[in-house]
């Protein structure tokens, strides 16, 4: 390998890198038309830079990587392997990996000019909706995406998970823009949520407390011509600002929830299974119950409108084998399922618990823990490490 800047200026260094990042790195840094040192340049910079702990990468099977970086910067990121107790090999495995989640491919960006819109649902309650919603969105934005969390349950659990006010009743709200009643910019109402690790792309719609009346005011109003596209008409202004439009739906079959589903639907030339359902369920036969009444509604309104709704996928919610047949068997069925397929078996640990008790974001008060990868892994921000 010929060094293409002059003598002095770079050195060649040689390292190991898993052959899956080093395609990956391989073939991000063409799409990008970035050189390959460059990026890896930055990668170690960035990873020196940022002394936040990372999740560890398996390294097992790590071919022999070599390119060409600035004098000195390869001692430099040695030294620095050394202060954090971790091998050169899984240094520079944490650079690449944290480069490419932060430099996403062209081809995961919204080629329509339409956000993602992750709908999260189930009729059942106690599910762990709002813990899924605001996981992903936390690890959407996380990877480099604007990201807009949506309370859309009137009960504010999101909302009061996060720290943040519910909106008072009469007052403008989302629900007031979905009943042609807003007397403002929805913009003026979200809220950022702070951290470094979200580098202010995520905000949330708080909850409205009129929420509680919604399918009411809709069904009841007679400016509104067609309900199902009220949650759509409302939200539409503010699609241009985001790449990821998450809705935390509340446990209901209602005419609200019409609204949700027809709002992830799959629009005319967007790709399939980029927007859609997300369905948290439990390891219990009353969640298997729940999820056939949601598909019945899905499929109603699928076939009534003459759209197409696509399942993203389920997530198995504070699974515990511990409780026996019935946790075990649950699992294996929803497995059995296929298509939607299950993203994730999340168990019921504590750190959701804690991060909820300190109204902090998952991913902001335990980014390394089981639970904080899981929500990465749902929404495709890393690959699950084998």
Not at 8 to 30: C, I, M, N
Not at 79 to 94: E, F, K, P
Not at 271 to 286: F, Q
Not at 316 to 326: A, C, E, I, P
Request: hydrophobic share 40%; net charge negative; charged share 25%.
């Amino acid at each position: 390998m010929a060094s293409p800047y002059p003598d002095g200026d770079r050195e060649k260094v040689a390292s190991k890198l898993p052959s899956t990042l080093r395609q990956e790195l391989k073939v991000r840094a063409a799409e990008l038309g970035i050189d390959i040192q460059d990026a890896v340049t930055t990668a170690i910079t960035d990873w020196q830079a940022d002394d936040r702990p990372l999740a560890a990468i398996d390294t097992a099977g790590a071919d022999s990587f070599s390119t060409w970086l600035p004098a000195g910067l390869y001692e430099s990121f040695k030294n620095t392997c050394t202060d954090r107790g971790v091998s050169y090999t899984q240094g520079l495995a944490q650079s690449v990996r944290r480069w490419l989640d932060a430099n996403l491919s062209p081809a995961a960006q919204p080629a329509t000019g339409i956000p993602e819109r992750k709908i999260v649902c189930n009729q059942k309650g106690g599910v762990g909706k709002t813990a899924v919603a605001a996981g992903i969105a936390q690890a959407y934005a996380e990877a480099g995406k604007r990201v807009l969390l949506v309370d859309y349950d009137p009960q504010g659990h999101l909302s009061d998970q996060l720290g943040i006010e519910p909106i008072p009743p009469g007052h403008d709200s989302l629900v007031a823009h979905m009943c042609a009643e807003g007397r403002g910019d929805l913009r003026d109402l979200l809220v950022a949520i702070e951290g470094e690790r979200f580098g202010k792309r995520l905000h949330v719609l708080p909850a409205c407390f009129d929420g509680f009346l919604l399918d009411a005011k809709i069904a009841t109003n007679t400016r509104i011509r067609r309900r199902e596209t009220t949650l759509e008409r409302a939200l539409e202004p503010l699609e241009a600002d985001f790449d990821v439009i998450v809705v935390d739906c509340p446990p209901s079959l209602g005419i609200a929830m019409d609204a949700a589903i027809y709002y992830g639907r799959r629009r005319d030339n967007e790709p399939g299974k980029r927007s859609g359902t997300l369905v948290p369920v439990l390891a219990e036969d009353s969640s298997a119950t729940a999820y056939s009444m949601l598909v019945d509604q899905i499929e109603s309104l699928t076939e009534d409108l003459e759209i197409d709704v696509d399942y993203l996928g389920l997530v198995v919610n504070l699974y515990d084998g511990r409780r026996g047949y019935v946790a075990t068997s649950s699992l294996s069925g929803w497995k059995a399922i296929g298509d939607p397929p299950v993203l994730a078996v999340i168990g019921d640990l504590k750190e959701q618990r804690e991060a909820v008790r300190k109204r902090s974001p998952l991913l902001d008060y335990a980014p390394l823990s089981d639970q904080a990868e899981a929500m990465r892994q749902i929404a495709g921000t890393r690959r699950e490490q084998s």
